[in-house]
Antibody, heavy 123, light 111 residues
Framework: QVQLVESGGGVVQPGKSLRLACVTS????????MHWVRQAPGKGPEWVAV????????YYADSVKGRFTISRDKSDNAVYLEMTSLRPEDSAMYFC????????????????WGQGTLVTVSS | QSVLTQPPSVSGALGQRVTISCTGS?????????VHWYQQLPGKAPKLLIY???NRPSGVPDRFSGSKSGTAASLAITGLQGEDEAQYYC???????????FGGGTKVTVL
């Protein structure tokens, strides 16, 4: 079955960097784009970034544009989120999410989520 | 503040029917984009409940149903069960923001 396992979260000071990883299994990784979605405590989810199946196209939420970078490695079946210049408002549980359809990035739903990794930005 | 608006909470007795609304705008729900619903239990990741406005993934009980009209959508739970106590989120796509968007969530309480 499809599995997504995130790691890399932790407590970090404002202005510092952190790299999250999401290792996938159970589906053909190279045929799907992948998303990162975050959720602050007591809030609804917020979409963060998406990368196309071939890694060529990347899109970001305005709130993280210029600070976060999404990438993927087909040899590891993994997707990454490099977060720089972190702010307290970036504190959240970060989930990787698999979209419903393979191929091009299209408006769609998320059919599988990982368990999340917690990021806390605090001095 | 979320792009999609949901009531913070709804409640109902065991066996009753409850509905959760999700209000958007002409740049998301009112455009061509579908609405999807997720259930989130405490400490867990969201789980897909309804996709494409009114479709249930395999394994989701037929007590759950969705609909969309104009710039709004709704999720209905009939024959409310204790295990339905959870947070529920709607999701769509916004063409102005070029982003996947979510509602702020609705807490369902079974009385």
């Amino acid at each position: 079955q499809v599995q997504l396992v995130e790691s890399g979260g932790g407590v970090v000071q404002p202005g510092k960097s952190l790299r999250l990883a999401c290792v996938t299994s159970g589906f053909t990784f190279t045929t799907y784009g992948m998303h990162w979605v975050r959720q602050a405590p007591g809030k609804g989810p917020e979409w963060v970034a998406v990368i196309s199946n071939d890694g060529r196209n990347k899109y970001y939420a305005d709130s993280v544009k210029g600070r976060f970078t999404i990438s993927r490695d087909k040899s590891d079946n993994a997707v990454y989120l490099e977060m720089t210049s972190l702010r307290p408002e970036d504190s959240a549980m970060y989930f990787c999410a698999k979209p419903s359809s393979f191929g091009s990035i299209v408006p769609e739903w998320f059919d599988t989520w990982g368990q999340g990794t917690l990021v806390t930005v605090s001095s | 503040q979320s792009v999609l608006t949901q009531p913070p909470s709804v409640s109902g007795a065991l066996g009753q029917r409850v509905t959760i609304s999700c209000t958007g705008s002409s740049s998301n729900i009112g455009a061509i984009y579908d609405v999807h619903w997720y259930q989130q239990l405490p400490g867990k990741a969201p789980k897909l409940l309804i996709y494409g406005n009114d479709n249930r993934p395999s394994g989701v009980p037929d007590r759950f149903s969705g609909s969309k009209s104009g710039t709004a959508a709704s999720l209905a739970i009939t024959g409310l069960q204790g295990e339905d106590e959870a947070q529920y989120y709607c999701q769509s796509y916004d063409r102005t923001l070029s982003a996947w968007v979510f509602g702020g969530g609705t807490k369902v309480t079974v009385l």
